[in-house]
Protein backbone atom coordinates (compact mmCIF):
# COMPACT_ATOMS: atom_id res chain seq x y z
CA UNK A 1 0.00 0.00 0.00
CA UNK A 2 1.41 3.02 -1.32
CA UNK A 3 1.00 5.88 1.54
CA UNK A 4 3.56 7.88 2.23
CA UNK A 5 3.58 9.86 5.81
CA UNK A 6 6.86 12.25 4.65
CA UNK A 7 6.75 15.73 3.10
CA UNK A 8 7.48 13.84 -0.27
CA UNK A 9 5.27 15.61 -2.84
CA UNK A 10 3.93 18.06 -0.61
CA UNK A 11 6.91 20.19 -1.24
CA UNK A 12 7.52 19.44 -4.42
CA UNK A 13 6.10 22.56 -6.12
CA UNK A 14 8.91 23.93 -4.31
CA UNK A 15 11.65 21.34 -3.73
CA UNK A 16 11.39 19.59 -7.27
CA UNK A 17 14.99 17.90 -7.46
CA UNK A 18 14.22 16.00 -4.55
CA UNK A 19 11.30 14.07 -5.48
CA UNK A 20 12.66 14.10 -9.35
CA UNK A 21 16.08 12.43 -7.83
CA UNK A 22 13.66 9.98 -5.67
CA UNK A 23 11.21 8.73 -8.24
CA UNK A 24 12.93 9.25 -11.53
CA UNK A 25 13.65 5.48 -11.97
CA UNK A 26 10.12 4.45 -11.80
CA UNK A 27 8.72 7.97 -13.98
CA UNK A 28 11.20 6.96 -16.66
CA UNK A 29 10.18 3.03 -16.33
CA UNK A 30 8.97 2.96 -19.87
CA UNK A 31 11.06 4.78 -21.71
CA UNK A 32 10.66 6.69 -24.60
CA UNK A 33 6.37 6.80 -23.35
CA UNK A 34 5.07 9.77 -21.68
CA UNK A 35 3.93 8.73 -18.22
CA UNK A 36 1.77 10.41 -16.10
CA UNK A 37 1.95 9.76 -12.57
CA UNK A 38 -0.83 11.99 -9.68
CA UNK A 39 -0.49 12.09 -5.97
CA UNK A 40 -3.33 12.89 -3.63
CA UNK A 41 -1.77 14.86 -0.82
CA UNK A 42 -3.70 15.43 2.16
CA UNK A 43 -3.04 19.22 3.36
CA UNK A 44 -5.26 18.96 6.92
CA UNK A 45 -6.62 16.17 9.26
CA UNK A 46 -9.29 14.89 7.15
CA UNK A 47 -11.44 11.37 6.61
CA UNK A 48 -11.04 9.40 3.47
CA UNK A 49 -15.20 8.12 3.45
CA UNK A 50 -17.32 5.55 1.08
CA UNK A 51 -19.80 8.21 0.31
CA UNK A 52 -19.85 12.15 0.57
CA UNK A 53 -22.55 12.60 3.70
CA UNK A 54 -20.50 13.93 6.65
CA UNK A 55 -18.10 12.11 8.52
CA UNK A 56 -20.51 12.11 11.61
CA UNK A 57 -23.54 10.65 9.79
CA UNK A 58 -21.45 8.17 8.93
CA UNK A 59 -20.55 4.70 10.74
CA UNK A 60 -17.16 4.97 12.53
CA UNK A 61 -16.19 1.66 11.10
CA UNK A 62 -15.92 3.32 7.16
CA UNK A 63 -14.30 5.89 8.03
CA UNK A 64 -10.07 6.19 7.47
CA UNK A 65 -8.38 9.02 9.63
CA UNK A 66 -5.49 10.91 7.22
CA UNK A 67 -3.09 13.07 8.79
CA UNK A 68 -1.27 16.39 6.91
CA UNK A 69 1.07 15.52 4.62
CA UNK A 70 0.07 11.65 3.59
CA UNK A 71 0.28 10.68 0.01
CA UNK A 72 -1.99 8.27 -2.00
CA UNK A 73 -1.01 7.18 -5.56
CA UNK A 74 -3.96 8.00 -7.40
CA UNK A 75 -5.68 6.43 -10.97
CA UNK A 76 -7.81 9.40 -11.17
CA UNK A 77 -10.12 12.03 -9.38
CA UNK A 78 -13.43 13.94 -10.32
CA UNK A 79 -15.31 16.33 -8.37
CA UNK A 80 -18.39 15.12 -6.24
CA UNK A 81 -21.50 16.87 -4.45
CA UNK A 82 -20.59 18.56 -1.24
CA UNK A 83 -17.61 20.47 -1.62
CA UNK A 84 -15.78 16.30 -2.26
CA UNK A 85 -13.89 15.24 -4.74
CA UNK A 86 -13.95 11.43 -5.67
CA UNK A 87 -10.86 9.59 -5.93
CA UNK A 88 -9.53 6.28 -7.54
CA UNK A 89 -6.61 4.91 -5.68
CA UNK A 90 -4.01 2.92 -7.18
CA UNK A 91 -4.01 0.41 -4.20
CA UNK A 92 -6.92 -0.58 -1.98
CA UNK A 93 -7.03 0.99 1.15
CA UNK A 94 -9.15 -0.13 4.50
CA UNK A 95 -10.00 1.52 8.06
CA UNK A 96 -8.15 0.64 10.63
CA UNK A 97 -8.36 -2.81 11.83
CA UNK A 98 -10.58 -4.45 9.01
CA UNK A 99 -7.47 -5.62 6.70
CA UNK A 100 -4.13 -7.75 7.49
CA UNK A 101 -3.31 -10.74 8.85
CA UNK A 102 -6.86 -12.35 9.75
CA UNK A 103 -9.01 -9.86 9.31
CA UNK A 104 -11.28 -9.09 6.68
CA UNK A 105 -10.54 -7.24 3.36
CA UNK A 106 -13.96 -6.87 2.60
CA UNK A 107 -13.98 -2.81 3.37
CA UNK A 108 -10.75 -1.86 1.60
CA UNK A 109 -11.53 0.25 -1.63
CA UNK A 110 -10.01 1.79 -4.31
CA UNK A 111 -12.67 4.64 -4.89
CA UNK A 112 -13.29 6.81 -1.47
CA UNK A 113 -14.60 10.69 -1.18
CA UNK A 114 -11.91 13.53 0.43
CA UNK A 115 -13.13 16.94 1.41
CA UNK A 116 -11.97 19.38 -1.35
CA UNK A 117 -10.41 21.98 0.65
CA UNK A 118 -8.39 19.68 2.64
CA UNK A 119 -6.47 18.13 0.00
CA UNK A 120 -4.20 18.52 -3.20
CA UNK A 121 -3.60 16.87 -6.55
CA UNK A 122 -0.13 16.64 -7.71
CA UNK A 123 0.72 15.45 -11.36
CA UNK A 124 4.22 14.67 -12.62
CA UNK A 125 4.36 13.90 -16.79
CA UNK A 126 7.21 12.68 -18.08
CA UNK A 127 8.18 11.43 -21.73
CA UNK A 128 11.19 9.28 -20.11
CA UNK A 129 13.85 11.21 -21.80
CA UNK A 130 13.84 14.80 -19.79
CA UNK A 131 12.89 15.53 -16.03
CA UNK A 132 9.55 15.05 -15.26
CA UNK A 133 7.17 18.36 -14.75
CA UNK A 134 5.60 18.50 -11.57
CA UNK A 135 2.00 20.13 -11.54
CA UNK A 136 -0.26 21.34 -9.27
CA UNK A 137 -3.44 20.55 -10.51
CA UNK A 138 -6.34 22.85 -9.01
CA UNK A 139 -9.33 20.78 -6.98
CA UNK A 140 -11.49 23.59 -8.40
CA UNK A 141 -13.99 25.61 -5.97
CA UNK A 142 -17.10 26.88 -6.77
CA UNK A 143 -15.98 29.80 -7.49
CA UNK A 144 -18.48 33.12 -8.29
CA UNK A 145 -18.45 34.04 -11.30
CA UNK A 146 -19.41 37.62 -12.85
CA UNK A 147 -20.51 35.79 -16.37
CA UNK A 148 -20.46 32.43 -17.48
CA UNK A 149 -17.50 30.70 -19.17
CA UNK A 150 -18.71 28.69 -21.76
CA UNK A 151 -16.41 26.26 -23.84
CA UNK A 152 -17.25 26.34 -27.67
CA UNK A 153 -16.14 23.36 -29.82
CA UNK A 154 -16.00 24.36 -33.65
CA UNK A 155 -15.49 20.51 -35.11
CA UNK A 156 -16.00 17.40 -33.88
CA UNK A 157 -13.09 16.31 -31.38
CA UNK A 158 -12.43 13.84 -28.61
CA UNK A 159 -11.98 15.19 -24.95
CA UNK A 160 -9.98 13.40 -22.70
CA UNK A 161 -9.45 12.55 -18.92
CA UNK A 162 -5.61 12.23 -19.28
CA UNK A 163 -3.34 14.61 -21.63
CA UNK A 164 -2.23 11.60 -23.19
CA UNK A 165 -2.80 10.62 -27.14
CA UNK A 166 -6.81 9.28 -27.42
CA UNK A 167 -5.09 6.35 -28.85
CA UNK A 168 -3.12 5.12 -25.51
CA UNK A 169 -6.56 5.80 -23.07
CA UNK A 170 -9.25 3.24 -22.52
CA UNK A 171 -12.80 4.25 -24.04
CA UNK A 172 -14.14 5.42 -20.03
CA UNK A 173 -11.28 8.31 -19.94
CA UNK A 174 -12.01 9.56 -23.54
CA UNK A 175 -15.17 11.33 -25.01
CA UNK A 176 -16.17 12.50 -28.46
CA UNK A 177 -18.01 16.25 -28.74
CA UNK A 178 -19.73 16.93 -31.79
CA UNK A 179 -19.01 20.00 -33.56
CA UNK A 180 -21.11 23.59 -32.70
CA UNK A 181 -21.63 21.69 -29.29
CA UNK A 182 -21.00 24.74 -25.90
CA UNK A 183 -20.99 23.55 -22.48
CA UNK A 184 -20.96 25.87 -19.62
CA UNK A 185 -17.94 25.23 -17.20
CA UNK A 186 -17.49 26.62 -13.84
CA UNK A 187 -13.39 27.36 -14.68
CA UNK A 188 -10.47 26.79 -16.70
CA UNK A 189 -6.31 26.33 -17.28
CA UNK A 190 -3.79 26.28 -19.22
CA UNK A 191 -1.46 22.68 -18.98
CA UNK A 192 1.43 21.81 -20.92
CA UNK A 193 2.52 18.25 -21.73
CA UNK A 194 4.92 16.35 -24.36
CA UNK A 195 1.98 15.74 -26.33
CA UNK A 196 0.90 19.77 -27.19
CA UNK A 197 -0.90 22.72 -24.98
CA UNK A 198 -3.89 21.32 -23.44
CA UNK A 199 -7.34 23.15 -21.65
CA UNK A 200 -8.29 21.77 -18.97
CA UNK A 201 -12.17 22.65 -17.98
CA UNK A 202 -14.57 21.63 -15.04
CA UNK A 203 -18.27 21.12 -16.62
CA UNK A 204 -20.66 23.22 -14.12
CA UNK A 205 -23.70 21.56 -14.66
CA UNK A 206 -23.62 17.80 -13.01
CA UNK A 207 -26.27 17.44 -15.62
CA UNK A 208 -24.23 17.97 -17.87
CA UNK A 209 -21.14 15.81 -17.50
CA UNK A 210 -19.53 13.72 -19.60
CA UNK A 211 -19.77 9.83 -18.53
CA UNK A 212 -19.93 10.71 -15.11
CA UNK A 213 -16.97 13.29 -14.99
CA UNK A 214 -16.34 17.05 -14.91
CA UNK A 215 -12.99 17.37 -15.13
CA UNK A 216 -11.61 16.52 -18.98
CA UNK A 217 -8.62 17.95 -21.28
CA UNK A 218 -9.12 19.05 -24.86
CA UNK A 219 -6.04 20.75 -26.88
CA UNK A 220 -6.48 24.38 -26.87
CA UNK A 221 -6.58 24.66 -30.67
CA UNK A 222 -9.75 22.80 -30.83
CA UNK A 223 -11.40 25.24 -28.77
CA UNK A 224 -12.96 28.48 -28.61
CA UNK A 225 -13.91 29.68 -24.64
CA UNK A 226 -15.87 33.29 -24.30
CA UNK A 227 -16.57 35.02 -20.83
CA UNK A 228 -19.81 36.88 -22.03
CA UNK A 229 -18.40 38.81 -25.09
CA UNK A 230 -15.11 38.45 -24.27
CA UNK A 231 -13.18 35.86 -25.95
CA UNK A 232 -10.20 34.25 -23.70
CA UNK A 233 -9.31 31.91 -26.37
CA UNK A 234 -7.89 31.45 -28.73
CA UNK A 235 -5.68 34.34 -28.25
CA UNK A 236 -5.45 35.13 -24.48
CA UNK A 237 -4.75 38.33 -25.21
CA UNK A 238 -8.34 39.96 -25.91
CA UNK A 239 -7.79 43.11 -27.88
CA UNK A 240 -8.62 46.42 -25.82
CA UNK A 241 -11.96 48.02 -26.29
CA UNK A 242 -12.61 51.21 -27.67
CA UNK A 243 -13.52 53.54 -25.20
CA UNK A 244 -16.18 55.54 -27.03
CA UNK A 245 -19.33 55.38 -25.63
CA UNK A 246 -20.96 55.52 -29.07
CA UNK A 247 -19.02 52.21 -29.93
CA UNK A 248 -20.73 49.95 -27.16
CA UNK A 249 -24.29 48.53 -27.35
CA UNK A 250 -26.70 46.03 -25.43
CA UNK A 251 -27.41 46.57 -22.07
CA UNK A 252 -26.90 49.41 -19.85
CA UNK A 253 -27.24 50.44 -15.96
CA UNK A 254 -27.55 53.64 -14.77
CA UNK A 255 -25.13 55.12 -11.61
CA UNK A 256 -26.43 56.98 -8.79
CA UNK A 257 -25.00 60.42 -10.38
CA UNK A 258 -27.67 59.34 -13.20
CA UNK A 259 -24.55 58.64 -15.52
CA UNK A 260 -25.49 55.74 -18.13
CA UNK A 261 -22.89 53.40 -18.98
CA UNK A 262 -22.60 49.98 -20.95
CA UNK A 263 -22.12 46.54 -18.89
CA UNK A 264 -19.50 45.85 -22.04
CA UNK A 265 -18.18 49.29 -21.21
CA UNK A 266 -14.35 49.35 -19.69
CA UNK A 267 -14.26 51.09 -16.20
CA UNK A 268 -11.62 53.68 -17.34
CA UNK A 269 -10.98 54.74 -20.85
CA UNK A 270 -9.17 52.06 -22.83
CA UNK A 271 -9.04 49.75 -19.81
CA UNK A 272 -9.74 45.74 -20.36
CA UNK A 273 -12.11 45.95 -16.87
CA UNK A 274 -15.61 46.23 -17.30
CA UNK A 275 -18.69 46.67 -15.81
CA UNK A 276 -20.27 43.76 -16.00
CA UNK A 277 -17.38 42.55 -14.32
CA UNK A 278 -17.67 44.63 -11.58
CA UNK A 279 -21.58 44.36 -11.03
CA UNK A 280 -21.60 40.54 -11.41
CA UNK A 281 -23.40 40.60 -14.79
CA UNK A 282 -25.11 43.80 -14.49
CA UNK A 283 -27.06 42.03 -11.22
CA UNK A 284 -25.08 44.34 -8.74
CA UNK A 285 -26.30 48.07 -9.74
CA UNK A 286 -23.80 50.71 -7.37
CA UNK A 287 -26.40 51.12 -4.46
CA UNK A 288 -24.49 54.63 -3.63
CA UNK A 289 -22.23 57.14 -5.96
CA UNK A 290 -19.03 56.36 -3.15
CA UNK A 291 -19.24 52.66 -4.32
CA UNK A 292 -19.62 53.35 -7.82
CA UNK A 293 -16.20 55.34 -7.56
CA UNK A 294 -14.78 52.36 -5.48
CA UNK A 295 -15.38 50.63 -8.55
CA UNK A 296 -13.65 53.27 -10.95
CA UNK A 297 -11.27 53.48 -8.51
CA UNK A 298 -10.10 50.00 -7.77
CA UNK A 299 -10.20 49.38 -11.60
CA UNK A 300 -6.93 51.68 -12.19
CA UNK A 301 -4.63 49.99 -9.72
CA UNK A 302 -5.71 46.41 -11.71
CA UNK A 303 -5.07 47.57 -15.01
CA UNK A 304 -1.70 48.34 -13.95
CA UNK A 305 -1.69 44.46 -12.23
CA UNK A 306 -2.83 43.28 -15.63
CA UNK A 307 -0.71 45.43 -17.94
CA UNK A 308 2.45 44.01 -15.80
CA UNK A 309 1.36 40.38 -16.15
CA UNK A 310 0.04 40.72 -19.69
CA UNK A 311 -2.98 38.22 -19.84
CA UNK A 312 -6.54 38.54 -18.76
CA UNK A 313 -7.72 38.49 -15.17
CA UNK A 314 -10.38 36.47 -14.86
CA UNK A 315 -12.65 38.15 -11.78
CA UNK A 316 -14.78 35.43 -9.61
CA UNK A 317 -16.01 38.31 -7.52
CA UNK A 318 -16.02 42.35 -7.27
CA UNK A 319 -18.45 44.09 -6.08
CA UNK A 320 -20.85 42.82 -3.55
CA UNK A 321 -23.31 44.30 -1.46
CA UNK A 322 -25.31 42.96 1.22
CA UNK A 323 -27.05 40.14 0.72
CA UNK A 324 -24.71 38.97 -1.29
CA UNK A 325 -21.89 39.12 1.04
CA UNK A 326 -23.28 37.22 3.63
CA UNK A 327 -24.88 34.32 1.49
CA UNK A 328 -21.39 33.72 0.08
CA UNK A 329 -19.82 33.85 3.66
CA UNK A 330 -17.93 37.40 3.47
CA UNK A 331 -16.22 39.30 6.17
CA UNK A 332 -18.58 41.99 8.02
CA UNK A 333 -16.34 44.37 7.02
CA UNK A 334 -15.63 43.13 3.88
CA UNK A 335 -14.07 45.33 0.95
CA UNK A 336 -16.22 43.70 -1.78
CA UNK A 337 -19.05 45.20 0.19
CA UNK A 338 -18.03 49.03 -1.31
CA UNK A 339 -16.82 47.56 -4.69
CA UNK A 340 -12.84 48.32 -2.99
CA UNK A 341 -12.14 44.35 -3.42
CA UNK A 342 -11.93 41.76 -6.17
CA UNK A 343 -11.03 38.46 -6.20
CA UNK A 344 -8.96 37.51 -9.58
CA UNK A 345 -7.72 34.19 -11.21
CA UNK A 346 -4.47 34.37 -14.15
CA UNK A 347 -4.29 31.09 -15.75
CA UNK A 348 -1.04 29.66 -15.25
CA UNK A 349 -0.23 31.73 -12.47
CA UNK A 350 -0.76 30.85 -8.36
CA UNK A 351 -2.00 33.75 -5.75
CA UNK A 352 1.63 33.36 -4.41
CA UNK A 353 3.24 34.48 -8.27
CA UNK A 354 0.59 37.54 -8.29
CA UNK A 355 0.98 38.39 -4.95
CA UNK A 356 4.94 38.36 -4.94
CA UNK A 357 4.60 40.26 -8.14
CA UNK A 358 2.31 43.04 -7.09
CA UNK A 359 3.40 43.92 -3.41
CA UNK A 360 6.10 46.46 -3.94
CA UNK A 361 3.95 48.76 -5.74
CA UNK A 362 0.23 47.71 -4.49
CA UNK A 363 -1.47 50.78 -3.27
CA UNK A 364 -3.69 48.57 -0.61
CA UNK A 365 -4.67 44.90 0.42
CA UNK A 366 -3.57 41.62 -1.11
CA UNK A 367 -4.52 38.48 0.13
CA UNK A 368 -4.08 34.44 -1.44
CA UNK A 369 -5.76 31.43 0.10
CA UNK A 370 -4.61 27.84 0.70
CA UNK A 371 -5.76 24.57 0.07
CA UNK A 372 -7.79 24.36 -3.09
CA UNK A 373 -8.24 28.14 -3.60
CA UNK A 374 -4.22 28.52 -4.26
CA UNK A 375 -5.09 29.72 -7.84
CA UNK A 376 -7.40 32.94 -5.93
CA UNK A 377 -5.71 36.41 -5.39
CA UNK A 378 -7.64 39.19 -3.62
CA UNK A 379 -6.78 42.64 -4.51
CA UNK A 380 -8.38 45.54 -2.38
CA UNK A 381 -7.75 49.37 -2.09
CA UNK A 382 -8.03 49.81 1.30
CA UNK A 383 -5.18 50.01 4.04
CA UNK A 384 -1.82 48.55 2.87
CA UNK A 385 -1.63 44.99 4.55
CA UNK A 386 -1.56 41.11 3.09
CA UNK A 387 -1.98 38.07 4.46
CA UNK A 388 -1.70 34.47 3.44
CA UNK A 389 2.44 35.05 2.00
Not at 174 to 202: A, L, N, Y
Not at 334 to 341: K, T
Request: hydrophobic share 35%; proline share 6%.
Amino acid sequence: MSIIDSCGWARSLAKRGDWIQKNLASVNALSGNTNVQKKLVIQTQTWAKPTTDQSSELDGSTLIACKPKTEFDLESFDLADAGHIKVVLKEAIAPKGSSGKGQKQGNASKTKFFYGAHVEVLEAVSDGKEEPTITWLPVFPEEEQATQIEVYFPETTVIKRETLPSGRLSISKKDTIQGGTTIRVSSFDICESPHGEHVRFVIADPNAFRKGCAIWYAFVKHVVITQGEEKLLPGLEPPRYIPEKLHFKGAQMTLPNGETVYLNQPIIPDGNFLWREATHGGTREPKTQDDADNIIALAEPLQRARDQIGRPFRVTSWYRPEPHNSRVGGARRSQHLFGRAADLVVDGFMGIDLARAFWPWWPGGIGIYGGNRRHIIHLDIGPKRKWGF
